[in-house]
């Protein structure tokens, strides 16, 4: 079996963030970087899998240079090999890109498995495994809190649903997973474990190599800004009647919370 497990760089999130004076992007020059969190259960996940079933783990990793260093602390604790796709010059880029950029080069690959942590912690899409399931036409299973392999043509996964509930669904393979924080406890790399990482392969790709230099963001950003902390109080007077309709009122049509 071949599994893909795509992971991002992000802001770590004891760092402190500034925002750019060009008010487009944060000042990276005081920041440290991580691997996303949800991403480090799904390689875990990934990992023990492949220690059941005798599976190749594959790192696909899309980001600037310095996010190869997510790619090789993926390949300390385990995995076989990794894709790593350079971004310089499309920063711009919305989740629908991206993953239309991913799947162009995992369609060669004929995964039967990719998985993906729910979602990042920077952007918080939540969309990127369902955008590649849709991409590679085939199944998908989010909030994935467990996973038991059915053969060699479908996979039984344990779906987090509301109010404490779990579900189980079998899926087809190939699958795409979005896999929830909390599934497993990642391992640490071990020192064998680094060391076997300098001699495993890492291809590099550009999006023009990929032939996906025409691809074009629908998301523009425009500005990027701490929220600001406001207070207000409206006071409300008349008889009992006359203020539970101007209540009524508020939450119906300000605060929409009443239909």
Same mark, same amino acid.
């Given at each position: 079996?071949?599994?893909?497990?795509?992971?991002? !760089?992000?802001?770590?999130? #004891? $760092?402190?963030?500034?925002?750019?004076?060009?008010?487009?992007? /944060?000042?990276?020059?005081?920041?440290?970087?991580?691997?996303?969190?949800?991403?480090?259960?799904?390689?875990?996940? @990934?990992?023990?899998?492949?220690?059941?079933?005798?599976?190749?783990?594959?790192?696909?990793?899309?980001?600037?240079?310095?996010?190869?260093?997510? *790619?090789?602390?993926?390949? @300390?604790?385990? @995995? #076989?090999?990794?894709?790593?796709?350079?971004?310089? #010059?499309?920063?711009?880029?919305? /989740?629908?890109?991206?993953?239309?950029?991913?799947?162009?080069?995992?369609?060669?690959?004929?995964?039967? &498995? *990719?998985? $993906?942590? &729910? !979602?990042?912690?920077?952007?918080? +899409? @939540?969309?990127?495994?369902?955008?590649?399931?849709?991409? &590679? %036409?085939? $199944?998908?299973?989010?909030?994935?809190?467990?996973?038991?392999? #059915?053969? +060699?043509?479908?996979?039984? =996964?344990?779906?987090?649903?509301?109010?404490?509930?779990?579900?189980? $669904?079998?899926?087809?393979?190939?699958?795409? &997973?979005?896999?929830?924080?909390?599934?497993?406890?990642?391992?640490?790399?071990?020192?064998?474990?680094?060391?076997?990482?300098?001699?495993?392969?890492?291809?590099?790709?550009?999006?023009?190599?990929?032939?996906?230099?025409?691809?074009?963001?629908? =998301? %523009?950003?425009?500005?990027?800004?701490?929220?600001?902390?406001?207070?207000?109080?409206?006071?409300?007077?008349?008889?009992?009647?006359?203020?539970?309709?101007?209540? *009524?009122?508020?939450?119906? +049509?300000?605060?929409? *919370?009443?239909?």
């Amino acid at each position: 079996m071949k599994i893909c497990v795509l992971m991002k !760089q992000v802001p770590d999130k #004891d $760092s402190s963030i500034k925002i750019s004076m060009d008010n487009l992007s /944060i000042d990276e020059s005081i920041v440290s970087f991580t691997t996303n969190e949800s991403d480090a259960y799904a390689l875990e996940e @990934a990992l023990q899998i492949k220690e059941k079933t005798d599976s190749e783990v594959v790192i696909c990793t899309f980001g600037k240079d310095s996010a190869i260093q997510v *790619v090789k602390d993926g390949l @300390a604790k385990g @995995a #076989d090999r990794a894709i790593f796709i350079s971004n310089k #010059d499309k920063e711009d880029l919305d /989740i629908l890109s991206i993953g239309k950029i991913i799947s162009k080069k995992l369609l060669d690959e004929k995964f039967d &498995l *990719v998985l $993906s942590g &729910l !979602q990042s912690d920077d952007d918080g +899409n @939540a969309q990127l495994g369902l955008i590649i399931s849709e991409l &590679l %036409n085939t $199944s998908h299973g989010s909030l994935v809190m467990g996973t038991e392999i #059915d053969g +060699n043509e479908s996979i039984k =996964v344990k779906r987090e649903l509301e109010n404490g509930w779990f579900q189980w $669904s079998k899926l087809d393979l190939p699958a795409s &997973l979005s896999i929830q924080s909390g599934i497993n406890t990642p391992r640490y790399a071990s020192l064998k474990g680094i060391m076997a990482m300098k001699k495993k392969t890492i291809d590099k790709f550009t999006i023009d190599e990929l032939g996906c230099s025409e691809i074009n963001s629908k =998301v %523009n950003l425009d500005k990027m800004y701490i929220p600001q902390k406001s207070k207000s109080t409206e006071y409300i007077d008349g008889n009992p009647s006359e203020i539970a309709e101007k209540l *009524v009122d508020i939450f119906k +049509n300000e605060m929409k *919370v009443l239909g």
